[in-house]
């Protein structure tokens, strides 16, 4: 057996595995993040060879194929640790440092070019933090590093095709942004198609196979307006239509239903069922205080169940959103409705120099 420790803030856990080559991978994507073992923390192991299986937290997954469960542990095992962090917010967006030192936070479904802005603006002078993580300390309201790989999300879906980059082959010495900034600048990505950003929103899953059954059941779900098969080959992608929900309000419950069916959920992330038009001309709106809380609070990672809300906040989303909303008050906040890339870079630009120039 393989066995490495990790650490995200205050989160440790130890990866069991008898599969080299899976641990290698994991080593790409998460190597920053090794720790020494922490005797309290929980193991998570998988298996390969044989009985394919993967355990984590008293609960056993199983798949008749091992690549297939492969894939489906790098997401589980991020999840798993979201859920039982308590020292940070973490938002699906991508995050980074201006040249002046000010925190930059790009919040946003799947689809809208995140890792593609954080690229252009990294060889503009920025330094990154995280491509996918905007990771947010619950007593000091920095912005901190969450060095996970670059990845590129394929076309097609299939999760077999995803690239993970090294962040320190980014292509400058300096790349990577290894001090906490406070956060000064929000801009959250829309399409252009949805009036409010912080009303209603999908998200979009990506499964090991497909059936009706579960199909039916996942439309059943309160706050799933409806769900609809974008495509089913190399691997099902699934968008559901919420009313009110967020991806991460809505995770735990699509979590028990594909362990009910036996459906592998590789993946589920905020996004739109249509791919946004990156040939138009982008727009940028500034936002008032609520309209950017309630917007950015749609991508926050761990669920209601997490140890962030439960523990943290004592069960209590109101006072969740009370303390996002003081971190929120202390940034300029923007809906970018993203089109052409370098008009979209400009727009970010000078609103950083507006803030700039403000202070």
């Given at each position: 057996?393989?066995?490495q420790?990790?650490?995200?803030?205050?989160?440790?856990?130890?990866?069991?595995?008898d599969?080299?080559a899976f641990?290698?991978?994991?080593?790409?994507?998460?190597?920053?993040?090794?720790?020494?073992?922490?005797?309290?923390?929980?193991?998570?192991?998988?298996?390969?060879?044989g009985?394919?299986?993967?355990?984590?937290?008293g609960?056993?997954?199983r798949?008749?194929?091992?690549?297939?469960?492969?894939?489906?542990?790098?997401n589980?095992?991020?999840?798993?640790v979201?859920?039982?962090?308590?020292s940070?917010?973490?938002?699906?967006?991508?995050?980074?440092?201006?040249?002046?030192?000010?925190?930059?936070?790009?919040?946003?479904?799947?689809?809208?070019?995140?890792?593609?802005?954080?690229?252009?603006?990294?060889?503009?002078g920025?330094?990154?933090y995280?491509?996918?993580?905007?990771?947010?300390g619950?007593?000091?309201?920095?912005?901190?590093?969450?060095?996970?790989s670059?990845?590129?999300?394929?076309?097609?879906?299939?999760?077999?095709?995803?690239?993970?980059?090294?962040?320190?082959?980014?292509?400058?010495?300096?790349a990577l942004?290894?001090?906490?900034?406070?956060?000064?600048?929000?801009?959250?990505?829309?399409?252009?198609?949805?009036?409010?950003?912080?009303?209603?929103?999908?998200?979009?899953?990506?499964?090991?196979?497909?059936?009706?059954?579960l199909?039916?059941?996942?439309?059943?779900?309160p706050?799933?307006?409806?769900a609809?098969?974008?495509?089913?080959?190399p691997?099902?992608v699934?968008?559901?239509?919420?009313?009110?929900?967020?991806?991460?309000q809505?995770?735990?419950?699509?979590?028990?239903l594909?362990?009910?069916?036996?459906v592998?959920l590789?993946?589920?992330?905020?996004?739109?069922?249509?791919?946004?038009?990156?040939?138009?001309?982008?727009?940028?709106?500034?936002?008032?205080?609520?309209?950017?809380?309630?917007g950015?609070l749609?991508?926050?990672?761990?669920?209601?169940?997490?140890?962030l809300?439960?523990?943290?906040?004592?069960?209590?989303?109101?006072?969740?959103?009370?303390?996002?909303?003081?971190?929120?008050?202390?940034?300029?906040c923007?809906?970018?409705?993203?089109?052409?890339?370098?008009?979209?870079?400009?727009?970010?630009?000078?609103?950083?120099?507006?803030?700039?120039?403000?202070?």
């Amino acid at each position: 057996m393989y066995r490495q420790s990790y650490r995200f803030f205050d989160v440790g856990f130890t990866l069991e595995t008898d599969a080299a080559a899976f641990l290698a991978r994991f080593e790409q994507i998460y190597g920053r993040f090794r720790a020494a073992a922490d005797p309290t923390a929980p193991t998570y192991r998988l298996h390969l060879n044989g009985d394919p299986r993967f355990e984590a937290g008293g609960t056993i997954w199983r798949s008749r194929r091992a690549a297939d469960l492969s894939l489906y542990a790098y997401n589980a095992i991020l999840n798993a640790v979201a859920t039982r962090i308590r020292s940070h917010f973490l938002f699906h967006a991508a995050a980074l440092a201006a040249p002046d030192g000010a925190g930059i936070i790009l919040a946003g479904p799947a689809g809208l070019g995140k890792t593609t802005l954080a690229l252009a603006l990294l060889a503009r002078g920025y330094r990154l933090y995280s491509d996918d993580v905007a990771a947010v300390g619950c007593d000091d309201g920095l912005l901190y590093p969450f060095p996970r790989s670059v990845g590129v999300r394929p076309a097609d879906g299939d999760p077999n095709d995803r690239l993970f980059l090294d962040m320190a082959a980014l292509g400058r010495p300096d790349a990577l942004a290894s001090a906490p900034a406070a956060p000064r600048l929000l801009f959250l990505l829309a399409d252009g198609t949805v009036a409010d950003p912080a009303g209603p929103a999908g998200c979009i899953l990506t499964l090991d196979r497909f059936t009706w059954s579960l199909m039916a059941a996942l439309a059943d779900l309160p706050d799933v307006r409806a769900a609809i098969l974008l495509r089913d080959a190399p691997y099902p992608v699934v968008a559901l239509d919420l009313a009110t929900a967020s991806a991460g309000q809505i995770e735990p419950a699509v979590q028990a239903l594909c362990a009910r069916y036996g459906v592998l959920l590789f993946d589920i992330v905020p996004g739109p069922a249509a791919a946004a038009d990156f040939g138009r001309p982008p727009r940028l709106t500034p936002l008032s205080l609520d309209e950017a809380t309630a917007g950015l609070l749609r991508y926050l990672k761990g669920g209601p169940s997490s140890a962030l809300v439960t523990e943290r906040f004592g069960g209590s989303a109101g006072r969740l959103y009370m303390a996002l909303a003081a971190r929120v008050g202390r940034m300029a906040c923007y809906r970018l409705e993203v089109g052409r890339l370098e008009a979209s870079v400009q727009l970010i630009l000078d609103a950083q120099l507006r803030r700039s120039l403000r202070l």
